[in-house]
């Protein structure tokens, strides 16, 4: 098990090293191009250990077999079960401090979307005409069918993009004072967000890292 931990690593370190070269390689590229690699990428790694479980695994070796010196002593064999033992015995905290490591990551990703959720619940609709028809103009520019809606927080905060499903942008309340130019770029930068579905690819993200 030790060496399918160890072998899983290291493809999944292949995996992402392969995406970072061919972002690289696509610098003169659109950025969704470069996004699709990366979430490729992430993608690839979440379903790689249910490819490692059913696809025939080829052996290739990077150097020849020696051949045995000479036969296996009675001493040698029984050193390597001792050394078996212990590994068997060491393998339930590691497994543990495994497991420990994932709730960490995933708990890190609950807390911000339960703090976002929270935070839109509470919020209040953003009813301004002039948001509102920027809204539908930048919706039918960048091709969004739903648009999302628009709120403001009790709080103060940064504009963010929430829900995947049902999209929320919030925005702080000073939104009223911010002139035609800045309202146009922060409402389609979120947009973007919305459009390329970035909350999908945190979740993917977070949870292969995991």
């Not at 000479?70 to 495994?98: C, D």
Request: aromatic fraction near 6%; proline fraction near 6%.
């Amino acid at each position: 098990m030790l060496a399918q931990c160890l072998s899983l690593v290291v493809r999944s370190a292949l995996i992402l090293l392969a995406a970072e070269m061919l972002r690289r390689l696509s610098r003169r590229s659109a950025a969704h191009d470069r996004y699709q690699i990366v979430l490729a990428a992430f993608g690839l790694l979440l379903i790689w250990p249910l490819l490692s479980a059913t696809i025939p695994m080829v052996a290739i070796p990077l150097w020849p077999t020696l051949p045995a010196a000479g036969g296996v002593t009675v001493q040698q064999t029984a050193m390597v079960i001792r050394q078996a033992r212990r590994m068997g015995n060491s393998l339930p905290w590691a497994l543990l401090l495994w497991a420990a490591g994932v709730f960490l990551v995933l708990l890190s990703l609950v807390l911000g979307y339960v703090k976002a959720w929270r935070l839109a619940k509470h919020a209040i609709p953003l009813t301004d005409a002039r948001w509102n028809d920027l809204l539908v103009e930048l919706s039918r520019k960048v091709g969004l069918v739903k648009m999302p809606v628009l709120l403001i927080p009790e709080v103060p905060v940064m504009p963010l993009t929430f829900g995947l499903w049902r999209p929320k942008i919030l925005l702080p309340a000073e939104c009223h004072t911010w002139s035609d130019t800045r309202s146009r770029m922060v409402l389609l930068h979120e947009l973007a967000h919305v459009k390329r579905r970035d909350i999908l690819m945190q979740v993917l993200a977070t949870t292969a890292s995991a």
